[in-house]
Protein backbone atom coordinates (compact mmCIF):
# COMPACT_ATOMS: atom_id res chain seq x y z
CA UNK A 1 0.00 0.00 0.00
CA UNK A 2 1.24 3.53 -0.70
CA UNK A 3 0.63 6.03 1.92
CA UNK A 4 -1.04 8.80 0.73
CA UNK A 5 0.79 12.17 1.38
CA UNK A 6 -1.64 13.57 4.27
CA UNK A 7 -1.07 10.11 5.94
CA UNK A 8 2.62 10.66 5.84
CA UNK A 9 2.67 13.96 7.01
CA UNK A 10 0.18 13.00 10.01
CA UNK A 11 3.18 10.05 10.56
CA UNK A 12 5.41 12.69 10.84
CA UNK A 13 3.73 14.85 12.84
CA UNK A 14 4.07 12.24 15.40
CA UNK A 15 7.61 12.40 14.98
CA UNK A 16 7.54 16.00 16.07
CA UNK A 17 5.43 15.33 19.05
CA UNK A 18 7.98 12.83 20.34
CA UNK A 19 10.92 15.23 19.55
CA UNK A 20 9.15 18.04 21.14
CA UNK A 21 9.28 16.34 24.58
CA UNK A 22 11.99 17.52 27.08
CA UNK A 23 13.31 14.18 28.65
CA UNK A 24 16.27 12.85 28.08
CA UNK A 25 17.85 12.53 24.36
CA UNK A 26 19.62 9.40 25.61
CA UNK A 27 15.86 7.92 27.34
CA UNK A 28 14.07 9.03 24.03
CA UNK A 29 16.76 6.77 21.86
CA UNK A 30 16.13 4.22 23.90
CA UNK A 31 12.54 4.13 23.22
CA UNK A 32 12.70 4.77 19.95
CA UNK A 33 14.92 1.86 19.69
CA UNK A 34 12.63 -0.30 21.84
CA UNK A 35 9.47 0.36 19.75
CA UNK A 36 10.46 0.92 16.07
CA UNK A 37 9.03 -1.30 14.12
CA UNK A 38 11.14 -4.26 13.00
CA UNK A 39 10.43 -5.85 9.13
CA UNK A 40 12.10 -9.30 10.93
CA UNK A 41 9.74 -8.97 14.14
CA UNK A 42 6.31 -7.31 12.77
CA UNK A 43 5.98 -6.07 16.42
CA UNK A 44 7.59 -5.12 19.24
CA UNK A 45 9.16 -7.48 21.64
CA UNK A 46 10.14 -7.66 24.77
CA UNK A 47 13.04 -4.92 25.88
CA UNK A 48 15.98 -5.34 26.69
CA UNK A 49 17.95 -8.54 26.01
CA UNK A 50 20.01 -9.50 29.41
CA UNK A 51 22.87 -8.72 28.17
CA UNK A 52 21.96 -5.23 27.60
CA UNK A 53 19.90 -4.46 30.62
CA UNK A 54 22.25 -3.96 33.69
CA UNK A 55 24.13 -1.41 31.01
CA UNK A 56 20.88 1.30 31.68
CA UNK A 57 20.37 3.15 34.98
CA UNK A 58 17.50 2.10 37.04
CA UNK A 59 15.33 5.90 35.30
CA UNK A 60 16.39 3.65 32.09
CA UNK A 61 14.49 0.69 33.35
CA UNK A 62 11.63 2.04 34.57
CA UNK A 63 10.90 3.59 31.47
CA UNK A 64 11.28 1.25 29.57
CA UNK A 65 9.35 -1.11 31.56
CA UNK A 66 6.65 1.37 31.63
CA UNK A 67 6.53 1.26 27.49
CA UNK A 68 6.41 -2.44 28.35
CA UNK A 69 3.48 -2.31 29.99
CA UNK A 70 1.57 0.31 27.59
CA UNK A 71 2.60 -1.75 24.62
CA UNK A 72 1.86 -5.23 25.62
CA UNK A 73 -1.10 -3.87 27.72
CA UNK A 74 -0.50 -5.39 31.21
CA UNK A 75 -3.29 -6.71 34.01
CA UNK A 76 -3.80 -3.94 36.34
CA UNK A 77 -2.10 -5.04 39.10
CA UNK A 78 1.27 -4.90 36.66
CA UNK A 79 0.50 -1.71 35.98
CA UNK A 80 -0.50 0.05 39.15
CA UNK A 81 3.15 -1.81 40.74
CA UNK A 82 5.21 -0.12 37.07
CA UNK A 83 3.56 3.43 37.66
CA UNK A 84 5.07 3.51 41.52
CA UNK A 85 8.17 2.19 40.45
CA UNK A 86 8.31 5.05 37.86
CA UNK A 87 7.47 7.73 40.32
CA UNK A 88 10.54 6.61 42.63
CA UNK A 89 12.63 7.78 39.10
CA UNK A 90 10.10 10.50 37.01
CA UNK A 91 8.14 13.33 38.56
CA UNK A 92 4.30 13.62 36.92
CA UNK A 93 5.15 15.81 34.09
CA UNK A 94 7.89 13.81 32.99
CA UNK A 95 5.63 10.76 33.37
CA UNK A 96 3.11 12.29 30.80
CA UNK A 97 5.53 13.09 28.83
CA UNK A 98 7.13 9.63 29.01
CA UNK A 99 3.74 8.18 28.40
CA UNK A 100 2.96 10.34 25.65
CA UNK A 101 6.03 9.28 23.60
CA UNK A 102 5.57 5.78 23.83
CA UNK A 103 2.25 6.22 22.66
CA UNK A 104 3.52 8.51 19.57
CA UNK A 105 5.91 5.87 18.87
CA UNK A 106 3.64 2.85 19.32
CA UNK A 107 1.23 4.59 16.84
CA UNK A 108 3.84 4.91 14.51
CA UNK A 109 4.98 1.48 15.03
CA UNK A 110 1.67 0.46 14.62
CA UNK A 111 0.93 2.18 11.06
CA UNK A 112 4.08 1.40 9.46
CA UNK A 113 3.76 -1.66 10.03
CA UNK A 114 0.58 -1.95 7.48
CA UNK A 115 2.13 0.74 4.73
CA UNK A 116 4.97 0.35 2.66
CA UNK A 117 8.39 -0.88 3.83
CA UNK A 118 9.97 2.48 3.28
CA UNK A 119 7.74 4.21 5.73
CA UNK A 120 10.25 1.77 8.66
CA UNK A 121 12.59 4.48 8.85
Known amino acids: MQPSADAVSTMRSMEDVVEA ?7 VKLLR ?7 DAGR ?13 S ?19 DVLEAEYTRLRRHFDEDEISE ?7 LNEWRRAALQLEPHMLL
Open 21 to 27: IALDSVL
Open 33 to 39: SRLSPRP
Open 44 to 56: AQPFPASHVRPLL
Open 58 to 76: ERERAALDWADVLTFGEPA
Open 98 to 104: LTVAIVA
